[in-house]
Nanobody, 123 residues
Framework: QVQLVESGGGLVQAGGSLRLSCAASGRTIRSYLMGWFRQAPGKERDFVARISVSSSSTYYADSVKGRFTISRDNAKNTVYLQMNSLKPEDTAVYYC????????????????WGQGTQVTVSS
């Protein structure tokens, strides 16, 4: 079992930055593809970014490409999401997730999820 706990969310003005962290416990995430998703009120959970086991490959949703950066520190069992140039439409609960299949394209492929952290961007 992997327990994931997100932190770093909050209220920020448009154009600002936040750095989300996802700390894992119970098992090392070294062998898991890690992803970030977000869910706005009344909407489905959307893919934001994912990172391969070795950090050699990253992939982003078009809506965040060039503004968000995903990274991981396997030694610290932690994944990060640096969010810059934030927009009001980035407002959502952000979730990190771990995927043992190595595909990570949809939420259904992820085995473990955190409880989420709220990000609110004011205009």
């Amino acid at each position: 079992q992997v327990q994931l706990v997100e932190s770093g969310g909050g209220l920020v003005q448009a154009g600002g930055s936040l750095r989300l962290s996802c700390a894992a416990s119970g098992r090392t995430i070294r062998s898991y593809l890690m992803g970030w998703f977000r869910q706005a009120p009344g909407k489905e959970r959307d893919f934001v970014a994912r990172i391969s086991v070795s950090s050699s490959s990253t992939y982003y949703a078009d809506s965040v490409k060039g503004r968000f950066t995903i990274s991981r520190d396997n030694a610290k069992n932690t994944v990060y999401l640096q969010m810059n140039s934030l927009k009001p439409e980035d407002t959502a609960v952000y979730y990190c997730a771990a995927d043992s299949s190595g595909v990570g394209a949809t939420p259904y492929e992820y085995d473990y999820w955190g409880q989420g952290t709220q990000v609110t961007v004011s205009s």
